[in-house]
């Protein structure tokens, strides 16, 4: 068929991201077999700490590649404002994936989540991110659903740059480094993916234009405030001053109940489905547990003072992350579905039920197994004061059920690449 130097690109990022997917759930399945035999040859060959910055890499850019195939494909029935600048923009981001996997596999990253890539490569990716955001948003700044992703994208694009201009106080320095990463976390990625789902609901359910646009700006406010009070929760033991402490307190109510009224929200149009066959609507719910759990539940507990004295650099932090970034990447995959269909000019399914079967299920299971090993190593270590491999070893049974839910998601990914690779539009 013959597509526009849009819908080529929206599919290239297409494919790269259920790439991505297929390398971080790899990656991420190294790392945790090590938890249940930390002296096999792996561990020795692939260090977790190395094994571990790549998965979060990894996984961080397949959220941001689906996010931005999401705003690229909704620009394609519009129109973008320079598609030259696109084509550019999408080689500089393909060359971006390529350096990223290599300093991963060269054992360069450095820092903690969302802040391993080194200095260039996150200067390559505030290039990319504010390129990919006023191509799209000035092409298209017509469609509420662009203007909350183009705002979301450009939020990521600002707390990227703040990394890369660490400040001379050390405290001060962690301070804003943490704070950036929250808003990127739990503010930029879910209003992008906010969009995204709002867009999709124009095509899975019979919503009006006006009660869709009406609603995306109510929920990208709730998301801006519960991500806000998230991402505050690193600073109370930076010596952050004591009303944060206060604002600490008061999102164990705010941030669930933010996130409740974005389900409540959204049932309207997943109980009012069209004939719509290509499962966006599942993969959009799949997106809406997942905040329901990674922000709305266990960000709002963790922004106590009191609870977060005790659960950060647990797994329990380590599952907060993983799920803020899982949802997106769900809420991207239902675009896949939906924009290849539509590229197909078929209103047919692409992927199929068991994929997503196996990620919802390997993606929840694997969580709950991860939030009970962070339960239990609270316990045991801040509490009991059992030492750190004592508790590791004590926790086996909960990481294998962790490293199952793992191999059901890379299952499910699998299946999910190679339908999409059989049925994918040919370009000409």
């Given at each position: 068929?013959?597509?526009?130097?849009?819908?080529?690109?929206?599919?290239?990022?297409?494919?790269?991201?259920?790439?991505?997917?297929?390398?971080?759930?790899?990656?991420?399945?190294?790392?945790?077999?090590q938890f249940l035999s930390p002296d096999a040859p792996l561990a020795r060959a692939l260090p977790y700490q190395q094994i571990g910055a790549l998965a979060n890499v990894l996984l961080h850019l397949a959220a941001l590649t689906g996010l931005l195939a999401g705003g690229v494909y909704i620009a394609a029935g519009e129109r973008v404002f320079h598609p030259g600048l696109l084509r550019y923009?999408?080689?500089?981001?393909?060359?971006?994936?390529?350096?990223?996997?290599?300093?991963?596999?060269?054992?360069?990253?450095?820092?903690?989540?969302?802040?391993?890539?080194?200095?260039?490569?996150?200067?390559?990716?505030?290039?990319?991110?504010?390129?990919?955001?006023?191509?799209?948003?000035?092409?298209?700044?017509?469609?509420?659903?662009?203007?909350?992703?183009?705002i979301g994208l450009l939020l990521s694009a600002g707390c990227t740059l703040i990394g890369l201009f660490p400040a001379g106080d050390y405290l001060a320095d962690r301070a804003l480094r943490a704070l950036a990463t929250g808003l990127?976390?739990?503010?930029?990625?879910?209003?992008?993916?906010?969009?995204?789902?709002?867009?999709?609901?124009?095509?899975?359910?019979?919503?009006?234009?006006a009660w869709a646009q009406m609603g995306i700006?109510?929920?990208?406010?709730?998301?801006?405030?519960?991500?806000?009070?998230?991402?505050?929760?690193?600073?109370?033991?930076?010596?952050?001053?004591?009303?944060t402490r206060t604002l600490g307190g008061l999102a164990l109510f705010i941030?669930?109940?933010?996130?409740?009224?974005?389900?409540?929200?959204?049932?309207?149009?997943?109980?009012?489905?069209?004939a719509t066959y290509t499962f966006a609507a599942h993969w959009y719910a799949l997106a809406l547990l997942l905040y329901l759990l990674?922000?709305?539940?266990?960000?709002?507990?963790?922004?106590?003072?009191?609870?977060s004295a005790y659960t950060l650099g647990t797994r329990l932090s380590d599952l907060q992350t993983t799920l803020a970034l899982l949802a997106p990447l769900a809420m991207a995959l239902g675009m896949v579905n939906q924009g290849t269909a539509e590229l197909r000019g078929s209103n047919r399914r692409v992927t199929g039920l068991s994929p997503f079967w196996l990620?919802?299920?390997?993606?929840?299971?694997?969580?709950?197994?991860?939030?009970?090993?962070?339960?239990?190593?609270?316990?045991?270590?801040?509490?009991l004061s059992v030492g750190y491999l004592d508790t590791q070893n004590l926790l086996t049974p909960l990481y294998a059920g962790w490293v199952f839910g793992l191999l059901l998601l890379a299952l499910g990914a699998g299946i999910y690449a190679f339908s999409f690779w059989r049925r994918r539009p040919i370009r000409s």
């Open positions: 068929m013959n597509m526009t130097l849009t819908q080529q690109a929206a599919l290239r990022l297409f494919s790269q991201t259920i790439m991505l997917l297929i390398l971080w759930v790899l990656a991420a399945l190294l790392a945790a077999v923009t999408s080689w500089l981001w393909t060359a971006l994936l390529i350096l990223a996997l290599l300093a991963g596999l060269l054992n360069i990253l450095e820092g903690r989540s969302l802040l391993e890539l080194p200095p260039l490569l996150d200067g390559l990716l505030f290039v990319a991110l504010l390129a990919f955001a006023l191509n799209v948003l000035l092409g298209a700044r017509q469609i509420p659903a662009v203007q909350v992703w183009s990127n976390l739990y503010v930029a990625l879910p209003l992008a993916a906010v969009a995204l789902g709002f867009w999709l609901m124009h095509r899975f359910s019979n919503v009006t234009p700006y109510t929920i990208a406010g709730l998301v801006t405030l519960a991500g806000t009070l998230v991402s505050l929760t690193p600073l109370h033991t930076l010596g952050a001053p004591e009303w941030v669930p109940l933010c996130y409740l009224i974005y389900a409540s929200h959204s049932y309207r149009a997943l109980a009012d489905r069209n990674g922000i709305g539940l266990l960000g709002g507990v963790q922004a106590v003072p009191t609870v990620v919802a299920f390997g993606a929840v299971g694997s969580a709950l197994a991860l939030g009970a090993a962070g339960v239990a190593q609270v316990f045991l270590e801040r509490r």
